[in-house]
């Protein structure tokens, strides 16, 4: 669990750099690196935490 801990504070870090790269430079490409990665970081989280429930859900019998 620490380990999504850390990926989601560096996807923090990483989205937020590359709107403040977009920002100082009016390069397009770091919006898009930015939105990219944003993308992928919510399509993994949702990924994460249906499998979570999903754990929780299931009953394996004894």
């Known amino acids: 669990m620490w380990f999504l801990r850390l990926l989601g504070m560096l996807t923090l870090l990483l989205v937020g750099g590359g709107v403040g790269a977009y920002l100082l430079t009016r390069n397009s ?10 993308r ?3 399509l ?13 859900v299931m009953v394996i019998p004894v």
Do not use: D, P
């Open 44 to 56: 993994m989280a949702l990924l994460v935490f249906g499998l979570l429930i999903l754990e929780r």
């Open 40 to 42: 992928y970081a919510v």
């Open 29 to 38: 490409k770091y919006l898009y690196f930015s939105w990219r990665l944003f």
